[in-house]
């Protein structure tokens, strides 16, 4: 455990430096956000942090001891001053970072979706003249030529939509990954940072002729928070990148794919998504449709709270949401209840 505290102080001294980088050149990336919530995480023990400290000190002389605390102690009190004095990073940076890192598939996925769906009129009409040959005359060679086109078109096809989908899982992960790591941790590296500094007092003293003292957090910033649930998915990025192109626009105003990503997962977000004029009764039977995909529990938990956040009246949802489907629907409702056929199949 000693040896936590010797990896401590460089990992305290690149803290430092990413804080310092971002007040002198505003720079910040996902890589930065990373390393400051993997640092919390793996640091915010105060009892081990203790633990680790009393080894130190019955395992060292006291000249090596006080050097080793020294040291650590002079990096925190340095991220301390750098958090005290000077606008370090908001929210919305580090949600700008996040997102960023979460759309980095998008452009390649749009260009391999389009590579994709060019290959599949040819499919299709491949398959169509083959399977409709035995239908008229045809030579043995017309035969095995039109088989042969068929399964050259589809060889085509598969290879790109493998390309697709392996984009496809590629963004589901940068984006799981990137709601990971979404929630800003300086404020909690700063409260923790003076439990630290409580901690050292007691093993090796504080300089009398210290020129600052450290103002100490008042009491509610004392109090450790809960650990942060982990946001769960009910809907991988895949479904809802379908839904959102057919349905963002048409039944819902205008959201950002990311946003729309986190709403239908009921994450928190500043963006609400919001249900177009006279939209309510397909987006109840989207929910259906999307409620069916759940497990049972999952299912009546995400329906009542997507309800909610839509303003979708329970009773409401009950009575509206089969009408696209009903024996007489509009033509609209027709049209929708096709799109959503073709997606939910």
Same mark, same amino acid.
């Given at each position: 455990?000693?040896?936590?505290?010797?990896?401590?102080?460089?990992?305290?001294?690149?803290?430092?430096?990413?804080?310092?980088?971002?007040?002198?050149?505003?720079?910040?990336?996902?890589?930065?956000?990373?390393?400051?919530?993997?640092?919390?995480?793996?640091?915010?023990?105060?009892?081990?942090?203790?633990?680790?400290?009393?080894?130190?000190?019955?395992?060292?002389?006291?000249?090596?001891?006080?050097?080793?605390?020294?040291?650590?102690?002079?990096?925190?009190?340095?991220?301390?001053?750098?958090?005290?004095?000077?606008?370090?990073?908001?929210?919305?940076?580090?949600?700008?970072?996040?997102?960023?890192?979460?759309?980095?598939?998008?452009?390649?996925?749009?260009?391999?979706?389009?590579?994709?769906?060019?290959?599949?009129?040819?499919?299709?009409?491949?398959?169509?003249?083959?399977?409709?040959?035995?239908?008229?005359?045809?030579?043995?060679?017309?035969? %095995?030529?039109?088989?042969? &086109?068929?399964? @050259?078109?589809?060889?085509?096809?598969?290879?790109?939509? *493998?390309? #697709?989908? +392996? =984009?496809?899982?590629?963004?589901?992960?940068?984006?799981?990954?990137?709601?990971?790591?979404?929630?800003?941790?300086?404020?909690?590296?700063?409260?923790?940072?003076?439990?630290?500094?409580?901690?050292?007092?007691?093993?090796?003293?504080?300089?009398?002729?210290?020129?600052?003292?450290?103002?100490?957090?008042?009491?509610?910033?004392?109090?450790?928070?809960?650990?942060?649930?982990?946001?769960?998915?009910?809907?991988?990025?895949?479904?809802?990148?379908?839904?959102?192109?057919?349905?963002?626009?048409?039944?819902?105003?205008?959201?950002?794919?990311?946003?729309?990503?986190?709403?239908?997962?009921?994450?928190?977000?500043?963006?609400?998504? %919001?249900?177009?004029?006279? &939209?309510?009764? @397909?987006?109840?039977?989207?929910?259906?449709?999307?409620? *069916?995909? #759940?497990? +049972? =529990?999952?299912?009546?938990?995400?329906?009542?709270?997507?309800?909610?956040?839509?303003?979708?009246?329970?009773?409401?949802?009950?009575?509206?949401?089969?009408?696209?489907?009903?024996?007489?629907?509009?033509?609209?409702?027709?049209?929708?209840?096709?799109?959503?056929?073709?997606?939910?199949?």
């Amino acid at each position: 455990m000693a040896g936590e505290i010797l990896i401590m102080i460089p990992q305290y001294g690149e803290l430092n430096r990413i804080y310092s980088d971002f007040i002198v050149s505003h720079t910040f990336s996902f890589d930065k956000q990373k390393f400051i919530t993997n640092f919390y995480k793996q640091y915010n023990d105060t009892k081990a942090f203790e633990a680790a400290i009393l080894e130190l000190v019955l395992d060292k002389q006291k000249e090596q001891y006080t050097l080793i605390l020294d040291s650590l102690r002079a990096e925190i009190e340095k991220n301390m001053m750098l958090y005290e004095k000077y606008p370090l990073l908001d929210d919305e940076i580090i949600s700008r970072v996040c997102y960023h890192f979460a759309d980095r598939y998008n452009i390649d996925i749009e260009e391999q979706l389009e590579v994709t769906q060019k290959l599949n009129k040819p499919l299709n009409e491949a398959y169509n003249r083959y399977d409709s040959i035995d239908y008229r005359e045809h030579t043995a060679e017309e035969e %095995k030529q039109a088989e042969k &086109e068929y399964e @050259r078109c589809k060889a085509e096809y598969e290879k790109e939509k *493998e390309e #697709l989908d +392996k =984009l496809y899982e590629l963004q589901k992960q940068a984006r799981k990954e990137a709601f990971q790591y979404i929630e800003n941790c300086c404020g909690d590296i700063y409260k923790l940072s003076f439990h630290f500094m409580e901690i050292l007092a007691k093993y090796i003293p504080v300089a009398k002729d210290k020129p600052e003292e450290l103002t100490k957090p008042s009491e509610p910033d004392m109090q450790e928070e809960a650990p942060k649930e982990e946001q769960h998915e009910y809907f991988d990025m895949e479904l809802l990148s379908h839904v959102y192109t057919t349905c963002v626009g048409e039944q819902f105003e205008n959201i950002s794919e990311y946003d729309f990503y986190a709403c239908m997962n009921l994450h928190p977000g500043k963006c609400k998504l %919001k249900i177009k004029t006279r &939209e309510k009764i @397909r987006v109840c039977y989207l929910i259906f449709l999307m409620g *069916e995909q #759940l497990p +049972k =529990l999952d299912r009546e938990n995400w329906k009542k709270n997507i309800l909610k956040m839509l303003d979708i009246e329970e009773n409401y949802y009950k009575s509206k949401y089969k009408e696209p489907v009903s024996d007489f629907p509009s033509d609209s409702n027709q049209k929708f209840a096709k799109e959503m056929d073709a997606i939910f199949r």
